[in-house]
């Protein structure tokens, strides 16, 4: 909204260099009041925006912290003293290097008692097969019972189970002589050591106890955790590059790509984030984990196109509230829909509202550019009219564009951040009042709005704030003391 009193009841225009963005501005105080006004009020006036060319880079930023990507904890199966640990903290270290090595006394003993259980169970085989064989030629000169005979089938039987047993024995025995021997699992660095030499520590004959020796991991590729919001989640997707920045290198920027987007969101203060992982090669082992990093994600880039100042750009809502709010004689719907009735041009999307010769989708015999610029009052009343079978109709028809309700993207898939979409934009007419222009918009940034189609070069055109147009009471006191360009005085 725009605020001031002038006795002329005319409004000048104040006209902004090519190419400069300006802002809504306080003038100061009025030297002397009106008739119909009071004196000493703040005047303001609106500023106009000219459009011209801009390299517009959309882009969502967030700050994570440096992580490797696997981190594998080295731990021994054999118990007993650390002999030999020549691996430091921080080292690279090669796919099969020796990492540490345990006094090997305990497996060398199980080994050896194991060995001297299976010469046992190899005899008391040999014997028992001997006594079977003996048993069973006296059994057929009927010498000798069923009950023995039977007996000495089972010892022969115990005796091979026992020498079964020694053997398993044995070749693990074998295995183990190896667990006091640890070499690197992979190739990459130290990146902590919990043991020394001298220490002894416990071992593990599965993969949920010992002592955890060392962790190694693979830094020539790591990653960076992210929290991003969840309103600029929607425009992320696995493989947009990524600008990556460390305190430790500040004029130095690494180059990645998003790897994936996490399904569990993290509230922090009542705000609803996503876990967010970027992976940046890290060949020169340059960054290391724990630092924190500030990420840039490139969604869009576009070069020298037409574009204005964010501030100029309305969307139908706003566009509806302001007409209102200053009772500009425009049909906001109306203007949208013939609008998007003339042809296209060429990158045009599907999506942007109804082609010539399409029938506008209607809700409860409402058409769906309308029903959108309503209230939610307004939209309550027209879904309270409804029927069950009309509202069926249109959770249908919410569904096929993509469940997100009226103006989603068609067809289940989200709107490109560079997809046309329509929008609106106020400039001065022939006879400088406020008037009401759409036009298409697509790539944003920080600053400015790609001008698809509806605007030349060099056009300008009315930055009104939308910030101001729920001050009803004001606004009407305005009205009742002047008449200002576009809004009818009383």
Do not use: W
Request: proline residues 5%; hydrophobic residues 40%; contains cysteine.
């Amino acid at each position: 909204m725009f605020i001031f009193e002038r006795c002329n009841r005319r409004f000048p225009r104040r006209v902004c260099p090519p190419g400069r963005t300006t802002v809504f501005t306080a003038l100061g105080l009025a030297a002397a009041g009106c008739a119909t006004g009071e004196a000493n009020e703040p005047e303001q006036t609106l500023q106009t925006l000219t459009a011209g060319r801009q390299t517009i880079v959309s882009s969502v930023e967030a700050t994570g912290t440096v992580e490797p990507i696997r981190v594998i904890e080295v731990k021994s199966q054999a118990g007993g003293e650390v002999l030999d640990l020549p691996v430091e903290l921080g080292d690279n270290v090669e796919q099969g290097t020796l990492l540490v090595r345990i006094d090997p006394r305990d497996v060398n003993n199980a080994h050896a008692q194991a060995q001297a259980d299976l010469d046992v169970a190899e005899a008391q085989a040999d014997v028992a097969e001997r006594q079977l064989e003996r048993i069973e030629a006296l059994h057929e000169s009927d010498i000798v019972t069923s009950e023995e005979l039977e007996s000495a089938i089972l010892s022969a039987a115990n005796a091979r189970a026992s020498l079964v047993r020694a053997t398993t024995n044995l070749e693990l025995a074998e295995d183990k002589l190896d667990d006091v021997t640890l070499r690197a699992p992979i190739t990459g660095t130290v990146v902590e050591r919990t043991v020394e030499q001298g220490q002894v520590v416990t071992g593990t004959r599965d993969l949920t106890g010992g002592t955890v020796l060392m962790r190694m991991a693979d830094l020539t590729e790591v990653q960076v955790r992210m929290l991003v919001d969840e309103t600029d989640i929607g425009r992320l997707q696995p493989g947009l590059p990524a600008d990556i920045t460390v305190e430790a290198y500040p004029t130095r920027t690494f180059r990645g790509s998003v790897l994936k987007i996490e399904p569990q969101a993290v509230v922090e203060q009542n705000v609803t984030m996503f876990a967010v992982l970027t992976r940046i090669s890290n060949e020169e082992d340059l960054l290391r984990p724990g630092m924190n990093a500030d990420v840039e994600v490139v969604i869009g880039r576009q070069e020298n196109v037409l574009a204005v100042a964010n501030s100029g750009i309305k969307s139908q809502q706003e566009a509806v509230q302001i007409v209102r709010a200053l009772e500009i004689d425009a049909d906001v719907n109306a203007l949208l829909r013939d609008f998007q009735s003339q042809d296209r041009p060429e990158g045009a999307a599907e999506g942007d509202g109804p082609a010539a010769g399409e029938e506008e989708q209607m809700i409860g015999g409402v058409p769906m550019s309308e029903f959108q610029s309503m209230s939610q009052e307004e939209r309550m009343r027209v879904f309270q009219n409804m029927s069950d079978e009309e509202r069926r109709r249109m959770m249908q028809q919410f569904r096929g564009q993509g469940g997100g309700g009226p103006g989603g993207g068609r067809g289940g898939a989200a709107r490109r951040p560079d997809e046309p979409r329509p929008a609106f934009v106020f400039r001065y007419d022939a006879n400088g009042l406020l008037d009401l222009k759409p036009v298409m918009i697509g790539l944003s940034d920080f600053d400015h709005t790609h001008i698809v189609r509806g605007l030349e070069e060099g056009e300008e055109i009315v930055a009104v704030p939308t910030s101001l147009i729920a001050q009803q009471e004001f606004l009407d006191r305005i009205r009742s003391r002047t008449a200002l360009p576009g809004i009818g005085g009383r």
